[in-house]
């Protein structure tokens, strides 16, 4: 029906936005967007998927009152939507609110452990902890949590740099960092809490070495993406 055909048309005119280089041609397509599935939502005002892709759109436009408001309305609809909490409570984040913390615990709590989202959730939440209200306990406490539920081994060792970093100090920092970097690890930011660690610990070449790594992990990265 319309709605249908409207609501994909949306979906891959968003995504397609969302990959493009080109600023200005992007914020265009996700005004268009934003039209299209407010069309949509005439037919089906209760319908989750079009409110949460309005919302993306929003935010596409910098509109953040508008997307909140759409999320808002679709956590009303569904309280139990964990995915929806999770994007309200990133976006609240973007916006320096702490509401973002009630809404991705409210994510966490709701989505099972043996989720593949449980440790991405926990993971915001612990950033959340560290950087609004910095609560280092806290963030630790879920960075464990997180290495717990992985079962990679490397991003276990990640996480564990994390909590060394929060619990333990600097030489245990470092000492972890290097394990995970000489197994292959490439997260930039794990890399540079052992370069911190070792900066700490007034161990120059190392940090200088790891800091390498990073940015040479960090280029990659956006060689990729390009």
């Not at 609501?7 to 005119?13: F, G, I, N, P, Y």
């Not at 995504?15 to 992007?26: H, K, V």
């Not at 089906?44 to 759109?57: E, F, K, V």
């Amino acid at each position: 029906g319309n709605f249908e055909y409207c609501l994909e048309l949306s979906r891959a005119m968003y995504y397609q936005a969302r990959l493009s280089a080109w600023w200005p041609s992007q914020r265009a397509v996700f005004g268009q967007v934003s039209k299209l599935v407010s069309f949509a939502l005439l037919q089906q005002p209760d319908n989750i998927d079009a409110l949460t892709l309005r919302s993306g759109a929003f935010i596409g436009i910098s509109d953040y009152a508008k997307a909140v408001s759409d999320l808002e309305a679709a956590i009303a609809l569904q309280p139990e939507n964990a995915k929806v909490h999770a994007e309200l409570g990133k976006l609240y984040d973007y916006l320096e609110s702490n509401l973002c913390i009630s809404h991705m615990r409210q994510a966490v709590e709701i989505t099972p452990a043996a989720s593949s989202e449980a440790v991405a959730y926990r993971m915001a939440l612990a950033s959340m902890y560290l950087h609004r209200l910095q609560d280092a306990k806290l963030a630790a406490e879920t960075f464990d949590e997180s290495r717990r539920l992985t079962e990679d081994p490397l991003e276990k060792l990640g996480f564990e740099v994390r909590i060394a970093s929060l619990r333990e100090g600097p030489k245990a920092t470092a000492d972890v960092a290097v394990q995970y970097a000489q197994r292959g690890g490439k997260d930039t930011l794990i890399l540079l809490a052992g370069v911190e660690a070792f900066e700490a610990l007034s161990q120059q070449k190392q940090a200088n070495d790891m800091l390498e790594l990073a940015i040479a992990n960090a280029v990659a990265d956006w060689d990729f993406i390009d």
